[in-house]
């Protein structure tokens, strides 16, 4: 375990520059007008991991601990290094933007919850009571960044030693009833940083799965994007499945090992193809379900819904002899992410090559003549207008027409 010395050694190889100036700022700022402030959460996790990590969590603490504290100490930095301060968020927690980087500043707090999922009530403490309020080990690591404690490290629930027996841990037996998101928080970080929940969090987590219940539908989706950004999200979400959160979020709702096939086999593959692949197995009742669960609008709610009607259109994407504007006109207006995913997921071969025409090339096919050039050929203004260069268009995909003296043609004979 490194002492202060060789802590302050790890941060400053491994954090940019200017981070590290920003953080020994930070503390000496602190230090000046009788704060301590404290280096917490990921960054620390991150830099003893040799991980990239990039906007620091500050704790401060005063002698007598205050909730305002964070408040009075962003005015300090404000006067000081010239920050951007936010208001402050209802629990306290004040976001500053120094050199393009986001701190996120609390008051060393403690935190109750009335029920599990509910908000938490706050009460100030100090940074130990701070620490142990926290979701794991690895994350309740302090770095104290006083400029005569410097590097000096706060690790009261084991956070180092988990971290090097690459396995995480909750800090106590009721976190997740605290805080349910706290369950796709695990897998997250499991899959993340290659870690094992041990088997006593294992099991809370599995005796407590059913608070996931109580959490809002808004919080959930936060978490399942955080999950869908990582590296590794098939990984996570099987996981999820495999523990059975997936299933208390809503009983339909599953990983399979054909999904994480499927994400590995597509090109373009961004966060939201996960979505796609998550909704794909849905059946439309339980994918309006989902969406109402997850209280989705939006991107959210058109890639659930697409995921279920391109399932449903299957049949007739695989029908023999069908023309590229066949498959235009089935596949019209459905999002990519859907579309893509079941290029990947389908089990046949036609219905799955014309997914990938489309996605690859068909959809962003365009005749190259518009309303204004067919309005010069002499179309009468009107719904005729919209009704050839649909024409042009189908006339595109299925290579009636090559180029604009083609489309030309085309129009001059329809008039
Ligand atoms: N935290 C917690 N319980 C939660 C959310 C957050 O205890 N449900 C604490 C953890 O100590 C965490 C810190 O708040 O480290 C900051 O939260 P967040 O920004 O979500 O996580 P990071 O650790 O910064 O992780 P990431 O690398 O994913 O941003």
Redesign the pocket.
Known sequence: MPDHKEMTKLMTKRLPRPTMALLIACGVQGANHGFQVFL???MV??VLRDRI?RDP?LVVQEVVPTLDASARYAEVLAGSLGVTVSPPSQFGTIKVVAGGLEVDIASARRESYASPGALPDVRAATIEGDLG???FTI??IGVDLGPKTFGNIVDIHGGQEDLNHRVIGVIHDGSFAD?P??LF?AV?YETRLNLRMTMMTEMALRRDIGHLAAVSGDRIRNELE?IFVEDNPAHALSRADELGMLQATLPALTWTSAMTAAARQMKERGPMSFLALLASSLSREDAEAFAARINATGPWSAIIHDAVTVAEQLDDLAVSGLSPSGVYRILEGLSPEAVSAWAALSGDATAAGRLREYADNLRYVRPALDGDALLALGVPQGPRVGELLRELLHARLDGQVANRADEEALVRDRL
């Open positions: 917490v959460g990921g996790r991150d990590s969590d309020r926290r979701d994350n309740a805080d998101t706290r928080r997250r955080r």
